[in-house]
């Protein structure tokens, strides 16, 4: 009987001690999954002021650089003024529409307005393991830079106070429920999309919607009739450098830690933008007859825009044939700007559009990294590219022209013909660049 009875106790500490270690080991693996990881933390908050690096000043210079001397100050406002703004809309309830609990697959609820409930814990979205804080706020550069590359398409012309409405309504209307798509859990994600750092959601968005302007807008006083050449190639090509810089926060943040995928991400980023620019420069030579630093420079950022949806699915060689792709075919679309008749003036449409609407397409055929494409086995893949490529092009079209004719009646979009003949630097902020 003594016998019997300490093998039952010997059994029932076993079983306990067992227990217990499973116990323990079930706690340990939900503290992996739910506790804050320093370096991913840092990595974030280090690609989020890379991203704003790419905003200001990078874009800032390179596109205050492509513009006449009279318009250079009111260029470089309209950077800075979006950056200030759709932070304070992000932070209000753009962020919540965006990335907030899903409401039908179509947009985010507003649980998060004001950023209730998003504090220092881990953010919920993909299980992160940074601080929901955090990862607002890296998503924060990405809905200010979107809407700030648009302006290159209506540079030298636009209202001020329409531009501020405009930017605006186009975060909240445009951004935010496309963002909500295809990263923040709704129906485009729910069908497989890919678009690692912003393809769909910044560059083809942005593209397009910028060529909606240009056209609506209508072209600049003497387009086409005399010479409008950038007046400080320098400063395009510093912002250039700096843009370089920030995107590989832009692409290896999007892997949302310090991890294999952000190496990855990084390295296509750099040899994309390699590639775009000897592809631009060298087809421009054949074109032209001399290669710029301007092509150079254009190709570099038509590069890094095509690759950004890829830009963590995809090995060394699949980057190089994408930035290669994304340098000529970019290039051919800025040239057929002038054949098609809009004022594009910065190559928004020709660079980030295009672009971004080849990269969404080339995940679909090159992915092989963590999701499969075309060329690697998955067809279904790319048709889901494409889908996404179509019905981003079609949304951002149709609300951009709904926007601006609400603002058109309402503010007007336009400079009249003598603030325009005086710049936008005088006619709309009363200061000069040069004396």
């Known amino acids: 009987m003594k016998i019997s009875n300490l093998l039952m106790r010997m059994g029932l500490l076993v079983a306990i001690m067992v227990g217990m270690g499973?116990?323990?080991?079930?706690?340990?693996?939900?503290?992996?999954?739910l506790a804050i990881d320093t370096g991913d933390t840092a990595w974030i908050l280090m690609s989020s002021a890379l991203v704003l690096c790419m905003m200001l000043p990078g874009l800032a210079l390179f596109y205050g650089g492509l513009v006449r001397s009279k318009n250079v100050l009111g260029t470089i406002m309209h950077t800075a003024v979006i950056l200030c703004l759709i932070t304070l809309v992000w932070v209000i309830c753009g962020y919540s529409l965006a990335f907030g609990p899903d409401v039908g697959g179509v947009i985010g609820s507003l649980e998060w307005i004001g950023l209730q409930g998003v504090g220092s814990d881990p953010s919920p979205v993909y299980?992160?393991?940074?601080?929901?804080?955090?990862?607002?706020?890296?998503?924060?550069?990405?809905?200010?830079?979107?809407?700030?590359?648009?302006?290159?398409?209506?540079?030298?012309?636009?209202?001020?106070?329409?531009?501020?409405?405009?930017?605006?309504?186009?975060?909240?209307?445009?951004?935010?429920?496309?963002?909500?798509w295809v990263w923040g859990g709704g129906w485009l994600s729910q069908m497989g999309a890919l678009d690692f750092?912003?393809?769909?959601?910044?560059?083809?968005?942005?593209?397009?919607?910028?060529?909606?302007?240009?056209?609506?807008?209508g072209p600049r006083k003497g387009f086409g009739k005399e010479p409008m050449p950038p007046h400080n190639l320098p400063m395009t090509v510093l912002g250039t450098?700096?843009?370089?810089?920030?995107?590989?926060?832009?692409?290896?943040?999007?892997?949302?830690?310090?991890?294999?995928?952000?190496?990855?991400?990084?390295?296509?980023?750099?040899?994309?933008?390699?590639?775009?620019?000897?592809?631009?420069?060298?087809?421009?030579?054949?074109?032209?007859?001399?290669?710029?630093?301007?092509?150079?420079?254009?190709?570099?950022?038509?590069?890094?825009?095509?690759?950004?949806?890829?830009?963590?699915?995809?090995?060394?060689?699949?980057?190089?044939?994408?930035?290669?792709?994304?340098?000529?075919?970019?290039?051919?679309?800025?040239?057929?700007?002038?054949?098609?008749?809009?004022?594009?003036?910065?190559?928004?449409v020709g660079i980030h559009g295009v672009g971004g609407f080849i990269g969404i397409l080339a995940t679909g055929l090159f992915?092989?990294?963590?999701?499969?494409?075309l060329f690697f086995g998955d067809a279904g893949q790319f048709g889901i590219q494409v889908f996404l490529a179509l019905v981003t092009l079609v949304f951002a079209v149709v609300g951009t022209y709904i926007i601006l004719k609400i603002i058109?009646?309402?503010?007007?979009?336009?400079?009249?013909?003598q603030d325009e003949e005086m710049g936008l630097d005088l006619s709309q902020h009363s200061e000069r660049a040069y004396s």
């Open 197 to 217: 750092a912003g393809g769909a959601v910044v560059h083809i968005s942005s593209g397009f919607g910028a060529l909606v302007c240009a056209m609506m807008l």
């Open 367 to 373: 992915a092989s990294i963590g999701a499969t494409g």
């Open 127 to 180: 299980a992160s393991t940074i601080p929901h804080q955090v990862f607002m706020v890296f998503q924060l550069m990405f809905a200010a830079i979107t809407v700030a590359l648009i302006t290159g398409a209506v540079a030298e012309r636009m209202n001020f106070k329409a531009l501020l409405a405009f930017s605006v309504l186009w975060s909240l209307c445009i951004y935010s429920p496309l963002a909500h």
């Open 408 to 417: 058109d009646l309402t503010i007007g979009l336009r400079i009249s013909p």
């Open 22 to 33: 499973e116990w323990s080991l079930a706690l340990a693996e939900e503290d992996t999954v």
């Open 241 to 348: 450098g700096l843009l370089w810089f920030g995107w590989f926060g832009f692409n290896g943040g999007s892997a949302l830690g310090a991890n294999g995928g952000a190496g990855v991400a990084f390295i296509a980023t750099h040899i994309a933008a390699a590639a775009g620019g000897l592809s631009w420069m060298c087809a421009e030579w054949v074109h032209r007859g001399k290669p710029t630093v301007l092509g150079i420079a254009s190709g570099i950022i038509a590069g890094l825009a095509t690759i950004t949806p890829a830009a963590g699915f995809v090995g060394p060689m699949s980057a190089i044939i994408i930035g290669l792709v994304a340098g000529t075919m970019c290039y051919i679309a800025v040239v057929w700007k002038m054949k098609l008749g809009y004022d594009d003036s910065l190559d928004v």
